[in-house]
Nanobody, 125 residues
Framework: QVQLVESGGGLVQAGGSLRLSCAAS????????MGWFRQAPGKGREFVAA????????TYADSVKGRFTISRDNANNTMSLQMNSLKPEDTGVYYC??????????????????WGQGTQVTVSS
């Protein structure tokens, strides 16, 4: 009932910046949480950041706090992730997730019902 499309991934040097976007369509009026997860080669999908859609309340993983900023544009049903001071360990496939109801805290993988296709972020040394 919710479709998600990520964009903005690419190659960037360490210390640089990149901005990811996730466009939502469908039953966007019922959005509860939207969030970003990433997966490095050989590792599981890990939480990056999330936002409560109605209030705009944000949550960040400790590893990105102070460097990444999550935001949403309600008028355009779009969520963004501004990534600054990027490090090689930030490399991975970044996925956008969404849910239309509360299931579990937003940092939990199981909180989300819908996922985008992912976008590759590569940070070189």
């Amino acid at each position: 009932q919710v479709q998600l499309v990520e964009s903005g991934g690419g190659l960037v040097q360490a210390g640089g910046s990149l901005r990811l976007s996730c466009a939502a369509s469908g039953r966007t009026f019922s959005l509860y949480h939207m969030g970003w997860f990433r997966q490095a080669p050989g590792k599981g999908r890990e939480f990056v950041a999330a936002i409560r859609w109605s209030e705009g309340t944000t949550t960040y993983a400790d590893s990105v706090k102070g460097r990444f900023t999550i935001s949403r544009d309600n008028a355009n049903n779009t969520m963004s992730l501004q990534m600054n001071s990027l490090k090689p360990e930030d490399t991975g496939v970044y996925y956008c997730g969404a849910t239309d109801r509360f299931r579990s805290p937003s940092s939990f993988l199981g909180a989300y019902d819908y996922w985008g296709q992912g976008t590759q972020v590569t940070v070189s040394s």
